[in-house]
């Protein structure tokens, strides 16, 4: 029998299911997957499926909001020209190639201590693209889009929600904030601005933005109040039916890259995940380790911020952008600032020296 507060957490959660049923629109592919179950009748299964998708729910980033306007992704200068001059399209990586080797893995800690070793999942691969509300981080200009491994030596690719959404009312792919995780104590925190972006796009510190870090804070509060909660919930099930890991797989699916490990909350990532069927052979791209995004790159793209490891280049990203005819409006580049000492600089791309 479940106890007194697990029917009453339940109760809200039936009644936020009702109250968001306008929202399922964009689930109907875990609907499917759902309902296709030999077990979906199981009450166990019933809620953990409701629960994937409120955790989603709370954990999309919609950009209606004036306090989340645009994320970055970190690459090479390399990459970043060959998107810039379409020779090569914007993608989503398998899970296996990430630099974490415990992907997909948090959640299952989490719960009961129980771990993915990804050998049951036989029958689909996973694939993503990382972005971050972190703009012109130093330390993500160290870690990501190094060129010969010289730090600092990248460009960050800011786009607005355009490249998350074909138009004003129609979606081209959907972008969550990834939750860090203490397994052991169950403490989480979710991936957001810090306050010292806003004092940066106010220009100086003032009480407009004291006031709009306030409002921006409670929203990010209530939104990690209510997924403890519904954690908590979730290792209740876990625990009470004995839920093994392939059925948990087999409902939170893709859910579980979003949880990350505490040590890498510095990133505040976010992340558009995919699922790839092995099982349908019409689909080419499970033998690959990559999928195409169509975003909108050139009207979504909106800043660039050069490494200070190759400021060298930035006349040539310049005229590569210039070149570009399909930009709307012109991106706005910026060197990075941070006070950062290159020991080495990146001279050259494909052999063409820049000085």
């Known amino acids: 029998m479940l106890d007194k507060n697990f029917n009453k957490n339940l109760d809200i959660l039936i009644c936020d299911f009702f109250l968001k049923k306008e929202k399922l629109k964009f689930y109907k592919s875990d609907s499917i997957a759902f309902l296709d ?80 070793t990804d050998r049951e999942v036989v029958n689909s691969k996973y694939y993503l693209s990382c972005f971050t509300f972190n703009h012109n981080s130093l330390n993500q200009f160290r870690l990501y889009g190094r060129t010969n491994l010289i730090e600092c030596s990248g460009i960050s690719l800011v786009f607005n929600k355009k490249f998350f959404f074909n138009n004003e009312n129609l979606r081209a792919e959907r972008l969550y904030r990834c939750i860090y995780i203490d397994p052991n104590s169950g403490y989480i925190q979710l991936a957001c601005r810090d306050k010292f972006t806003f004092i940066q796009e106010e220009e100086g510190y003032n009480n407009n933005v004291e006031a709009k870090w306030f409002r921006y804070e409670r929203m990010i509060e209530y939104k990690s109040i209510y997924l403890r909660n519904l954690l908590t919930l979730i290792r209740h099930i876990s625990s009470q039916y004995q ?69 060298k280049l930035t006349s040539y990203i310049y005229k590569i952008i210039l070149n570009q005819p399909k930009f709307s409006v012109t991106p706005k580049i910026k060197i990075s600032e941070h006070p950062y000492r290159a020991i080495e600089y990146l001279e050259s791309i494909n052999g063409v020296e820049f000085t």
Do not use: W
Not at 86 to 103: A, G, H, I, V, Y
Not at 268 to 274: G, L, M, T, Y
């Open 243 to 311: 839920v093994v890991e392939a059925q948990l797989n087999f409902i939170m699916g893709e859910t579980k890259y979003l949880f990350k490990n505490f040590c890498f909350k510095d990133e505040q990532e976010c992340r558009i995940i995919k699922k790839s069927s092995i099982k349908d052979s019409k689909d080419s791209s499970c033998i690959s380790s990559y999928l195409v995004y169509d975003g909108d790159f050139f009207n979504s793209l909106s800043n660039l911020y050069v490494g200070e490891a190759a400021y």
């Open 37 to 116: 179950s030999s077990s979906s009748s199981l009450i166990e299964n019933y809620i953990l499926f409701l629960s994937k998708i409120f955790i989603k729910e709370m954990l999309y980033v919609s950009f209606n909001s004036k306090f989340e306007r645009k994320v970055a992704h970190y690459t090479n200068v390399d990459v970043g020209m060959l998107l810039i001059r379409e020779e090569t399209k914007f993608r989503l990586s398998c899970t296996t190639t990430m630099n974490d080797p415990q992907e997909g893995k948090q959640l299952y800690k989490f719960l009961n201590n129980i771990l993915s």
